[in-house]
């Protein structure tokens, strides 16, 4: 009775698997077009796409936009030069467009998805093809019929294929490919895509060997993604934090825990080796820093340190993990901290634990970094990355053979010891397991089916008689002769083939208003009425206090008249 009802839990929970693999290739078809879609549109999306192009072609140009800001110049640069270089690269000169840099960011993060796949089965892979000899004879330890829900229906361990992986693999991919933070920053003209695609990578090297070549690999990659985007701390501490948990491992195995005998892969990583590797990380991001600042006259420090140091903002804070990340992703914080009991029971028992782990606490607590003026979805990247990590991992514990604890002897067999499970409770754990996960699984989907509101501005499409609009903007400004112009939004002139002096409203204004930056100069311009253009996404009286300094704003009003009123405001001299 007990083989069949076990039998018909597993066949239940691998069709309820299979149902939920064909319902999240339904939902990634249905977004897909989304991503399609805007990969062909002409104009700056909103979050910085125009203020990136513009500096990737400033780089393209040869232009140092990391110079120190000066009276009449303000370039934002505010981030590291790997994507300025890559995305550069691929812009024509003469007509800058947005699809190649959003093309990039869609390669990345196809290769994330893939990336996060693997991760989520190599180190059960590296566990389930483990062999455990016994100090007094050659016997290994055959997985009982709880370690593997697919090894109940072939019924022998022999016939254990790479295909016990496709679920959870899939799980993995198809479950970041329908987050909504990952589909709107896979097509847009940023780094974070490209930098997180990185911080994958190095990832994967480091549980693939944490020591060694491939260690350094790691090292290299994490670099890399740092000066991507300098956020991408997530990956970095998880290495950390992975090195120094095999270490710790390592020395309780010399010290005689038998608990600890089992965990193999970390075998000879020691906390020398972990500080080594990790002053050598340092290194690699610290030396480059510092030659970058030396050689633009402490500029690149400036750029991304002092200046991009925004005033923290609960509000904003809230509405991250509130407003977006708790609406459509809370039946996977579930799955989460289910995975990271897990993670805790298998090294009370002495198993090794997957780099996934401490790469889903590094995220967690880098979250309150995305607590600051001006902060976006980006933010939320890492730690969805994560969430389907932990639900993919989870799923092929599962599904595969687990990592198995120390075999000891015991009546001319090798059984497992110590069991973490009543021995009656076993053969029904993983089946059971699966249809749990499942479930919550299913209540992702529906929690997902509508994007959170904090999402809107992202996943709107502008009209055809908006894009209409934008057209015939981008048409009076490239007609008009002057030189000088002034814009919210520097990616509408950069299509009208203009190099605008100042770059960033948001941030000269910010840092205007922090005084660490002498808007004076800029304004005495407009008082002048220098701009032959001044184009804003509002009317003036209107605009945020982010966007304007109340005196940019009066000295506007006084000096510039209203010429165009649609979707856009074009202001012209008096």
């Not at 090894?151 to 016939?159: A, D, G, M, N, V």
Request: glycine share 6%; aromatic share 10%.
């Amino acid at each position: 009775m007990n083989q069949h009802l076990t039998r018909l839990l597993t066949m239940l929970a691998v069709a309820c698997a299979a149902a939920l693999l064909v319902a999240l290739v339904l939902r990634v078809a249905e977004r897909g077009s989304d991503v399609s879609w805007w990969l062909n549109y002409q104009f700056p999306r909103e979050g910085s796409e125009g203020l990136t192009i513009y500096e990737a072609l400033l780089t393209r140009l040869g232009e140092n936009i990391y110079a120190l800001p000066t009276a009449t110049r303000f370039i934002s640069a505010p981030y590291p030069p790997l994507y300025y270089y890559l995305s550069g690269a691929l812009l024509d000169p003469a007509a800058p467009a947005f699809a190649p840099g959003r093309w990039l960011s869609l390669f990345a993060f196809i290769a994330t998805a893939l990336i996060g796949g693997l991760l989520a089965v190599i180190g059960v892979v590296q566990s389930s093809n483990r062999a455990y000899a016994v100090e007094q004879g050659e016997q290994q330890f055959a997985p009982t019929e709880s370690a593997s829900i697919l090894w109940q229906l072939r019924k022998s361990y022999s016939k254990f294929k790479v295909q016990n992986y496709l679920i959870p693999f899939a799980l993995t991919v198809l479950l970041f490919a329908t987050m909504y933070p990952a589909l709107i920053w896979a097509a847009r003209f940023r780094a974070d895509m490209l930098a997180l695609a990185l911080m994958a990578g190095g990832l994967l090297a480091m549980q693939q060997r944490p020591r060694g070549t491939v260690a350094w690999l790691a090292a290299l990659l994490l670099a890399l993604a740092f000066f991507t985007k300098q956020t991408a701390l997530a990956g970095p501490l998880a290495a950390a934090l992975y090195l120094l948990l095999l270490a710790w491992q390592s020395r309780r195995t010399r010290q005689g825990e038998q608990r600890f005998a089992s965990t193999t892969v970390g075998r000879g990583v020691s906390f020398g080796w972990a500080f080594t590797w990790m002053a050598g990380l340092a290194a690699l991001c610290l030396l480059p820093i510092l030659l970058l600042t030396l050689l633009t006259g402490g500029g690149y420090w400036a750029k991304l340190v002092t200046y991009h140091a925004l005033p923290f903002s609960a509000r904003t804070l809230l509405n991250l993990l509130g407003g977006a990340l708790l609406d459509n992703e809370w039946p996977l914080l579930i799955v989460a901290a289910a995975f990271l009991l897990l993670a805790a029971n298998d090294l009370r028992h002495g198993r090794t634990v997957t780099i996934v782990a401490p790469y889903l606490l590094a995220a967690t607590l880098l979250l309150p970094s995305g607590g600051v003026v001006g902060a976006d979805s980006n933010h939320l990247l890492a730690i969805c990355f994560a969430l389907a990590l932990a639900a993919g991992q989870l799923a092929a514990r599962i599904f595969a053979p687990h990592p198995d604890p120390l075999p000891r002897r015991g009546e001319g067999m090798i059984v497992p010891h110590p069991d973490p499970l009543p021995q009656g409770a076993s053969a029904y754990l993983a089946p059971i397991a699966a249809l749990g996960l499942a479930a919550l699984l299913t209540a992702y989907l529906f929690a997902s089916a509508q994007p959170s509101g904090w999402y809107g501005l992202d996943l709107r499409r502008p009209s055809d008689a908006e894009q209409t609009q934008l057209a015939r903007i981008v048409a009076n400004v490239r007609q008009n002769p002057g030189t000088n112009f002034l814009s919210d939004e520097v990616g509408l002139l950069i299509l009208a083939a203009k190099r605008p002096a100042y770059d960033d409203l948001f941030d000269l204004t910010a840092l205007a208003n922090l005084g660490r930056w002498d808007d004076s100069a800029l304004r005495q311009q407009v008082q002048n009425r220098q701009f032959a253009i001044i184009l804003l996404h509002n009317q003036v009286e209107e605009l945020r206090g982010d966007i304007l300094t109340n005196a940019m704003r009066d000295a506007i009003i006084n000096n510039y008249r209203l010429l165009f009123s649609d979707i856009w405001y074009t202001y012209v001299p008096k």
